[in-house]
Structure formats: C-alpha cells, structure tokens
C-alpha cells in the first residue's frame, strides 16, 4: 500500500512557474514508477509526465515537454513536477500516482493516486 500527498499548488500569472511535489509513504517506493497526470474541468484526465523507478529516464506529453520537468528523491519518497512557462491552458488538478510498469501514459496502469493539487494559471 502506498499513500500519495501532492501539494504546491496555487495561482499563479501567466508565464510563471509552480513546483509540485508529491510525498509517498511506506518503505516501497522506489518499487514503483511514478507519473503526473493532470484534469481540468469538463475534461478527462491526461498523462503528463512519467518517471521510471531508478529516476533515470522520464516521459513526457507533448504540451510538457520542455517546460514540465519531472524528478523523483527515492531517499525521501518524493516526486516532484516542475511547471514552467504555464499558460491558462495548464489550470487543472495535477495528481500524481504510482504504477508497478516500467512507466505508462494510461491512467488505468497506476494503481495508487493522491487526491490532487489545484493549479491555477490567471492570464
């Protein structure tokens, strides 16, 4: 069982810049591939970023690429999505969560999830 707590969310202008983090309890979590996914309002929720367990390779979609970086302490069991350049199109709840794959964009091959953190882009 693995328990995930994002946090770091806010409002924020546009072209600014939010780190989130997500803390993940338990003993396992370098067990697991973790991802970002992210759900605004009236729409399904899509992949973001992706990072394998060892932190050493990393996936990203295409709106995140080159201005999403994400990172994993597995000393601390955290994940952290780093957002830059954000535009009102990036306000949604960002959730991270946890997949026994070596990584996936599919939201039904993460088997753990966080409640998720509000991100508002104010243009």
């Known amino acids: 069982q693995v328990q995930l707590v994002e946090s770091g969310g806010g409002l924020v202008q546009a072209g600014g810049s939010l780190r989130l983090s997500c803390a993940a309890s338990?003993?396992?979590?370098?067990?697991?591939?973790m991802g970002w996914f992210r759900q605004a309002p009236g729409k399904e929720r899509e992949f973001v970023a992706a990072?394998?367990?060892?932190?050493?390779?990393?996936a990203y979609t295409d709106f995140a690429r080159g201005r999403f970086t994400i990172s994993r302490d597995n000393a601390n069991n955290t994940v952290s999505l780093q957002m830059n350049s954000l535009t009102s199109e990036d306000t949604a709840v960002y959730y991270c969560a946890a997949t026994t794959t070596l990584w996936s964009t599919r939201n039904n091959d993460y088997i753990y999830w966080g409640q998720g953190t509000q991100v508002t882009v104010a243009s």
């Open positions: 990072v394998t367990r060892d932190g050493a390779a990393q």
């Open positions: 338990g003993r396992t979590f370098s067990s697991y591939a």
